[in-house]
C-alpha cells in the first residue's frame, strides 16, 4: 500500500516563496508530480517527474516552479517561487503505480495579495 504525505503549505504574500515535500511509503511509484485544485475547478497537473529525471511542467508553474525528485527516499519537492494570488490552491502529490494513482491527503498554499 502506498501513503503519501505533504508538507510545506502555508501562508505567504505574494511574490514570495513556498516549498512542498511529499514523502512516499510502501511501494516504489514513477512517476510523481504536482497538481492544485480550487473549488469549482478541475484538479490541474502543476509538475511532474520520472525516476529519469524527465520533467513536465503545466503553464501556470513554467518559469516559476521547479520540481525534484530524491529517488533514494521516494521524496518529491516542488519549489515555488514568485508566488501569486491565483496559486492559492489546495496542492496534492500524486504518484503512478502499476495498480493505480495514489495521492496525498493535500496541502493548503494561500497568497495574499
Known amino acids: 500500500q502506498v501513503q503519501l504525505v505533504e508538507s510545506g503549505g502555508g501562508l505567504v504574500q505574494a511574490g514570495g516563496s513556498l516549498r512542498l515535500s511529499c514523502d512516499s511509503s510502501g511501494s516504489i511509484i514513477n512517476p510523481m508530480g504536482w497538481f492544485r485544485q480550487t473549488p469549482g475547478k478541475r484538479r490541474e497537473l502543476v509538475a511532474i517527474i520520472g525516476s529519469a529525471g524527465n520533467i513536465d511542467y503545466g503553464d501556470s508553474a513554467k518559469g516559476r516552479f521547479t520540481i525534484a525528485r530524491d529517488n533514494a527516499k521516494n521524496t518529491v519537492f516542488l519549489q515555488m517561487n514568485s508566488l501569486k494570488p491565483e496559486d492559492t490552491a489546495i496542492y496534492y502529490c500524486?504518484?503512478?503505480?502499476?495498480?493505480?494513482?495514489?495521492w496525498g491527503q493535500g496541502t493548503q498554499v494561500t497568497v495574499s495579495s
Open positions: 500524486a504518484g503512478f503505480g502499476n495498480q493505480g494513482t495514489y
